[in-house]
């Protein structure tokens, strides 16, 4: 059994994760749902234990969970001789997370670029402003492939131990 102290900091989270993940552009229900399936002490947990744990009303739930399964967060699953849907944190979920992210910066990196033929040198500020951050946007994206790389290694050491 758990106890009071335990299930508040469970319920904190949970709220704190809604928080973190609304601030990044996904709703809040979303990041409470994510949040919840991290503390899951099963593999998943049904539509029916996400109602519950969040009091949700069902079609929060399933609006949500949509979400979070076109980003790639969380998938579906099912059980035998079950049902219900069930929802889990999908496998990989952290590196895509940056991968997108690095889509992202990609295309900021395009846009400055075409910002930087628009304007010369001798426009001083608005040039000396896209310059930087071409720059910067230009060192991380030479930066990342080694970065998932390095990854890919440290999860393949950590697993041989």
Request: proline share 3%.
């Amino acid at each position: 059994m758990e106890s009071k102290v335990q299930q508040a900091d469970r319920e904190q989270f949970i709220e704190e994760m809604g928080i973190i993940l609304e601030q990044s552009g996904v709703p809040r229900m979303a990041g409470k749902i994510f949040g919840c399936l991290l503390l899951a002490r099963e593999k998943e947990m049904s539509t029916d234990e996400l109602i519950s744990a969040l009091k949700a009303s069902r079609g929060s739930v399933s609006t949500m969970s949509r979400l979070l399964i076109q980003r790639n967060l969380i998938e579906r699953a099912g059980r035998p001789g079950h049902r219900r849907d069930y929802f889990r944190v999908k496998p990989g979920t952290w590196s895509s997370i940056l991968k997108s992210k690095m889509e992202e910066l990609i295309l900021f990196h395009d846009l400055i670029e075409r910002g930087m033929a628009i304007v010369t040198p001798k426009e001083g500020l608005a040039y000396h402003r896209l310059r930087e951050m071409h720059e910067f946007y230009e060192f991380f994206e030479l930066q990342f492939p080694a970065l998932f790389e390095r990854w890919d290694e440290y999860q393949t050491q950590k697993r041989k131990k």
